[in-house]
Structure formats: C-alpha cells, structure tokens
C-alpha cells in the first residue's frame, strides 16, 4: 500500500493527460462543493430560524380578542370581543398551562407613549405584566430585577426598561436603578434593566419596551379590567393543537361567542410553527443530501468512465503484466487506487472551497445582524461523512474498470492495437 514506486506511477498515469484528469476531478470537486455549500445554506436556515425565536418558549401560545362573525346567544356579529381578568381565572383552571401571563399595553396595541427622564424623553412601548412573563420570554438582566409577586400585590409604581430605553433617557456612566422616570405624567422608580435575547424586529421591540406591574397599570391609568392578550405555555408532553382548542373554548364560553366562530379569537400558536421549522430543517437537510449526492455521483460516473478509456488505452500494458506475472488482484488494486486517489485528491479540494465559501458567508452575516439567515456552520461529523463518501465514491467508480481490466488476457492483450 506504501510502496513508492506504486504511488510514482499513479502520478504519472494521472499526469499523462492532464486535460482529462482535471475535467474528470472537476466533477468530484463540484459534486463536493455543491453538497458542502447546500449544507451549509440549510445550516444558516435553520440557526438563523433559531435566533430568531431564541428567548421565546417553543411550547408557547399567543390569544387575543378580535370581531365575532356570527351571531350566537342573541347577540350579532361584528362584536369585539376584550378579554378581562375573569378570564385570568378561567385559564389559570385548565390543568394543561403551565405559565400564563396576562399582558395589557398602555394606548393599545401598536400605541407608544411618551416617557421622561428629567430633561429627556422618548417614545416608547409600555407593557402591564405579571411575573410569569419571564417563563415565557428570556431576558438577560444587566441590572437590577423584574416584575415579582409583591409588585403585584401591592400595586407597587415600578417599571423594568430595555437597552434601548436607558440608552435614551440616561447619560452612558449613569445607574437607572432606583431613578425615577415618568410615564403620561405618573413617576415610576426604575427595579430592573433587560437584555433581550430575541433579535430583528422582535428584539428591538422588546429592547424599546418599559415593563409595569399589571395592577399598576390597571389602577394608575383606569384601565379597568382590561386584559390585552394572553400569553401561555404548555406543560411538557401536552398536545399544541389540543391546548389552544381548549383554552379558546374556555373563552369563547365566557365572552358568548359562537363555538364555530373561529375568527372572533386571533392566535399564534409556536407548538405547530416550531414543528413545521423542524419538519422543514429535515426535508431540507435530506435534499441536501439528494441533490448534492446526485452530482456527486455525476461526477463519478464521469471518473468510472475515464478509468474505462484509460484502461482500454494500457490494454498491452496489462497484458505485459500479467504475462510477467501479475496477479488480478494486483491488476484490481493499481486501478482502483488510480480511482480512489483521482476522486480524493479532487473531494479535498471540494471539500477546502467549500469550507472557504461558508467562511466568507459567514463574515458577511456576521455584519448582518438583523439577516434571516445564521451561521453557515457545518458540523466535522458531517466532514467525515463526505469523506468516507468520497473513499466509498472513489472505490465505487474504480469497480468496473478494475473488472474490465482484471479480465484482460496477456494474449488478447498483446495482439490490441
């Protein structure tokens, strides 16, 4: 297997042509490539998917008030329908839920309100939460606290601000906790200051959002018993499509609304959109692997192909071998290490562009923070196993030639022109 003189006339004999050695390898190194860089591009699919909903329980579920369509219990269609803090009870029975938070945004949905810091000010999103929230979406604490019980309790004047927030209203060395900032003219002390982990539009909301006591907000602003939305998650193991069916149910009973009616309720529901990013990460990685599997094998088709001529052309050198005494096997093992070494010396170089593409790739996301799309990483597992792919491709294109050559007879072969 290391004997050098082997390997000198391998050189040799795929250095004879040139041409046709390179157009040959040229179709294992662009099979390769392509199946290096469709990994790769599923790989920035999906860790770009996964930023996106990073900070964001997976087992989550969103509902919200919307206009009934029928009518139902004498009541007529067009109703708006506003949940309120019976139905914080109401949920709260269903044994599926794991963590609910009730939530309310000052103004209403997609209004901002002015806050001010002494002689700053800025517009921003103002949130009425309960504790719970931070089960459902991660936040990462730079300073200070969140929302607790207590707050709750006791209706306490107490706002948690995002980055953005305290990048606006304070001077860059200044501590917010325990400041004082006002909201449509009521003064609320500073507890707590977020990092959100979520990114693109959703993390800059969250990063522009103050977050209030719910009772707070209720009581200061006379909301009432108002509730905006809700936002839940399941306990593990409980059905997604089962839970929303359930939780709408339990309001739609409340608010009257027509159990068939399936507009009067908006929801968004993370259980089935995470299972259709998982079921689409798999049918994009298996074609992946199709499609660059498929010019892979173009490409060795094309190497068993010029093995064939290369063998028809050193028939009488096969033949001078055999008569000499060359056994088949020998016969097998020089043509198919031609194969293999043709094949891997063009996969390496595949596999090399390829890795180089996704390393640029990679530093023009790396500057795109808001970019659908990840890191093109791919795993060295995934390496290996284009590797034992090329050895396995290069064995596989030197079979029929090695075959042919290995049932050449010194007398047939000498007698070839």
């Known amino acids: 297997m290391f004997d050098l003189d082997k390997w000198k006339e391998i050189w040799a004999t795929l250095r004879s042509n040139r041409l046709r050695t390179f157009l040959t390898a040229f179709g294992v190194f662009w099979g390769i490539l392509m199946l290096i860089a469709m990994l790769g591009f599923g790989s920035a699919i999906q860790s770009g998917s996964k930023r996106q909903m990073k900070g964001m329980a997976t087992n989550l579920l969103f509902c919200w008030g919307q206009q009934t369509t029928e009518s139902y219990d004498g009541l007529p269609p067009g109703r708006g329908v506003r949940f309120d803090t019976d139905d914080i009870e109401l949920l709260r029975k269903l044994p599926s839920i794991e963590w609910l938070a009730p939530r309310l945004q000052l103004g209403g949905w997609m209004n901002n309100f002015t806050v001010g810091y002494e002689s700053k000010n800025g517009t921003f999103t103002v949130m009425a939460d309960y504790p719970e929230l931070r089960h459902i979406i991660a936040f990462e604490y730079d300073a200070g606290r969140f929302i607790n019980e207590r707050d709750i309790a006791e209706s306490r004047k107490v706002v948690v601000i995002g980055k953005s927030v305290r990048d606006q209203l304070f001077e860059p060395d200044e501590d917010p906790i325990g400041k004082y900032i006002k909201i449509s003219g009521v003064y609320f002390e500073v507890v707590g200051l977020t990092r959100t982990l979520r990114s693109g539009g959703q993390g800059e909301r969250d990063s522009n959002t103050l977050f209030v006591p719910f009772t707070t907000l209720k009581n200061s602003f006379n909301m009432g018993n108002r509730v905006g939305f809700f936002a839940l998650t399941a306990k593990p193991g409980t059905d997604g499509a089962e ?97 293999i070494v043709l094949t891997i010396i063009a996969g390496l170089l595949g596999v090399a562009a390829g890795v180089g593409l996704l390393a640029a790739a990679d530093a023009v996301f790396s500057n795109m923070p808001d970019s659908p799309l990840g890191p093109p990483n791919i795993g060295l597992s995934t390496v290996m196993i284009a590797m034992a792919v090329l050895v396995g491709a290069g064995a596989l294109a030197g ?6 050559a290995a049932s050449i007879k010194p007398i047939e072969a000498l007698r070839a022109e």
Request: charged share 20%; glycine share 8%; aromatic share 6%.
């Open 243 to 339: 839970l929303e069916r359930q939780v709408k149910e339990v309001l739609k009973r409340h608010h009257r609304i027509a159990p068939t009616d399936d507009l009067a309720i908006g929801s968004f529901n993370m259980f089935v959109m995470f299972g259709k990013f998982q079921t689409f990460f798999l049918v994009l990685s298996i074609v992946s692997w199709v499609v660059g599997g498929a010019t892979l094998l173009a490409g060795v088709i094309g190497v068993s192909n010029i093995m064939l001529i290369t063998v028809k052309e050193r028939t009488k050198e096969i033949g001078v071998r055999k008569a000499l005494g060359a056994t088949p096997i020998s016969i097998v093992s020089m043509v198919m290490k031609e194969s």
């Open 399 to 404: 079979i029929m030639p090695a075959s042919h």
